[in-house]
């Protein structure tokens, strides 16, 4: 984040860290905003949300790229509780920025119209005391007043999308611990889950630790950054999510210098989803989205897109790899994991389609 000036990073931690600013920013925003909150709750939005690293932003990156849906993006940054005044009041909507590898290093590009995990900051600004803490995040159930806020939120940047900015596009991971809120919120919304083959996965979380944790070493802003934002997947501010107790002491055995241990964060979340997650989500193995192109097309019918073409990149498998012994029961129970969701989402997509 060097391209950021020292006036760039003042104003996003003002907007970002000092909650009353960020409160009376949503309040003044919602003043702007003439359609009815009502109208948006029964809306066929698409919630993306599974463990990092799973292939979230490649499929959310997807359905934005159908054109059919409104996200907040990197030009709402950083005021992105006041979607409709910033967009008044920033050059930065003007601005055309030459797109960039992002900061994780994975050849994915961005500029500022990227769609990203933006809408996390609302929860921590009004709710953060309920499911963050110092060392972890866990299970979040916001009560009715927040969850009539949110959709309020999801209202305004919908009304900031313009004309046609009819269904909003969600990719946060965090999303996990609530997702039986979402579905209370947004009764009629796609929740898709990607999960990914445990070992790949643990070994790209394990690398991507080892990155953030390297370049928040030598910039301190990008570790503010991201606990901004409530990134707390990897990193020098990794807050892993915590289920209960006993996956507690169990991912303690652990360092996340070790690949054991993502292994162990992959367990507990798909664990927790595979009872928690609402009954209709659809979980979406990413090994089949990259091989089998049917995959996507049943995809976008669950969500109803009419216009399943997307200009973005297609789904591959990483050719990454991933070196280091794991213990045979935790490979054992990963295991039994992944095929029962592989399973599920496979039924799920063909009852979902066929309905």
Known sequence: MTEYSFLDRMLHRAALQVGPIAELSFDLDQKSVKTDPADVAAGK?????????AGTTILMRRFYGTGGYCSLTYRNMPFVLAPNLWKKLSKVSERNVEAAER????RILVDVDSPESLDEVFWRVFDGDSYITKTHLGPHAPDAETLQKFV?????????????AARYLSKNNNNILRLASIRKAFPNAAILIPF??????????LRMHVNFVDSQADDAFVKSYMSWLAHHEFGLD???FRFDAVGAERLAAYKPGQLD?????????????ETSAPEDAVFVCYEDL???PSVWSRLAAVAGVENAVSDEEPFVLSQAKT???VAPALMDEVRAIYGRLVDRGRIGLEQSTAA
């Open 323 to 325: 070196d280091g012994d």
């Open 152 to 164: 309020a939120y999801i209202n305004a940047i919908l009304n900031a999308g313009g004309e046609g």
């Open 238 to 240: 990794h807050r892993p």
């Open 290 to 292: 990259c091989q089998d």
């Open 103 to 106: 900061a994780h290093g994975d």
């Open 261 to 273: 241990y993502w292994l162990e964060v992959w367990r507990q979340t798909y664990g927790w989803l």
């Open 45 to 53: 939005h698409v919630f993306v949300s599974g463990l990092a690293r």
């Open 196 to 205: 990914r083959d445990p070992v790949a996965h643990a070994g790209s979380l």
